[in-house]
């Protein structure tokens, strides 16, 4: 088993294991359900030891792919990193990368992944422009920049996406709004809760929960609060106002800290969407400087992102 089918295998593993299902697993993929299922038992002959536990309604983990789990994130790290360093040290590249992303994003996620890129190549600089609309982030820049994020379903594919982190969604509000109001124990209930909103196009997978094996959009009846800007939604909820619906690598810290409570989490984080954080570009290859860039945000945002890894780690032990 050369290397690189190692990390498409375990990478596949780690998407099964986070999707909960061979199908989701393939559409993240771009596989067909039953080429995921012949990978996965690919690996699992050439481990000896069963990763998943099979119906005809769900796929479970089974003791031994938990404990694998572990390894095999800690296997692709380090393979991403040697690559990475191979990279360096083999072009030792200089010069400037130009990037543009979403602002909340940006601030609170890329800024100080940046920062450490930057102090680890000193003779690499980076021009970050944090931009609020979506429509720059759609690639019109790119020509004048190197690389593009973009958080979302991608929708020109002629460009070139890499895909850097899932992405998650969390029904969450203040401890003081839930013991004034009750808390919600389905997401049925929140038509009769207040909460913060989008007041435009709200992003697509925005208060979309699972209930009774369907894909139901769910929100609150009245909006307290709108707005065009998560952050802005964040604050919000931090006050008390409602219920808001925002991604975990916005709210993840408040969360852990009890600022915030997450709702509908007795099994669990919520799937990932079937859409995540991507850097673009026009061209499958790039200068090394690019590339070196690349390789380490996979690195520090994948396969789980910290924040959603924090908040795994937290709802395991309450």
């Known amino acids: ?3 690189d089918t190692l990390s498409g295998q375990l990478e596949l593993f780690l998407d099964v294991l986070e999707c909960g299902s061979f199908s989701a697993a393939a559409r993240r993929r771009q596989l067909t359900p039953s080429a995921v299922a012949r990978r996965i038992d690919a690996l699992e002959q050439a481990l000896g030891s069963q990763l998943f536990q099979r119906s005809t309604h769900e796929v ?4 031994a792919g938990q404990a694998f789990a572990e390894r095999a994130r800690r296997i692709l790290d380090e393979l991403r990193l040697a690559r990475a360093e191979v990279v360096s040290l083999d072009s030792a590249p200089e010069g400037l990368i130009r990037v543009d992303a979403p602002a909340p994003f940006g601030r609170r996620r890329l800024a ?4 450490e890129f930057l102090v680890a ?3 690499l600089d980076v021009q970050l422009r944090l931009i609020d609309s979506f429509a720059d982030l759609q690639g019109e820049h790119l020509g004048q920049v190197d690389l593009v994020l973009r958080i979302g379903p991608l929708t020109d594919s002629r460009l070139v996406a890499t895909p850097l982190a899932p992405m998650r969604r969390i029904a969450c509000a203040s401890p003081d709004y839930l013991q004034r109001r009750g808390t919600p124990g389905d997401p049925h209930e929140l038509p009769a809760h207040d909460g913060l909103d989008w007041d435009a196009l709200a992003p697509p997978h925005a208060w979309r929960f699972a209930v009774d094996g369907q894909v139901r959009t769910l929100r609150p009846g009245r909006r ?3 707005a065009n800007n ?6 919000g909820a931090l006050a008390g106002l409602g219920i808001a619906h925002l991604p975990t690598w916005l709210v993840s810290e408040h969360l852990l800290r009890g600022e ?3 709702l509908f989490c007795e099994n669990g984080l919520p799937p990932p969407e079937s859409s995540g954080v991507y850097a673009l570009r026009q061209h499958p290859t790039g200068a090394s400087r690019m590339r070196l860039l690349l390789e380490f945000l996979k690195n520090r945002f994948g396969p789980v992102p910290p924040w959603d890894l924090a ?8």
């Open 260 to 262: 915030l409570l997450p």
């Open 60 to 63: 479970r983990t089974t003791p």
């Open 311 to 318: 908040l795994l780690n937290s709802l395991n032990r309450s």
């Open 1 to 3: 088993m050369n290397s």
């Open 224 to 226: 307290r609060m709108t």
């Open 230 to 235: 998560a952050e802005t939604l964040l604050l």
């Open 112 to 115: 100080p992944v940046i920062a």
């Open 121 to 123: 190549y000193p003779r």
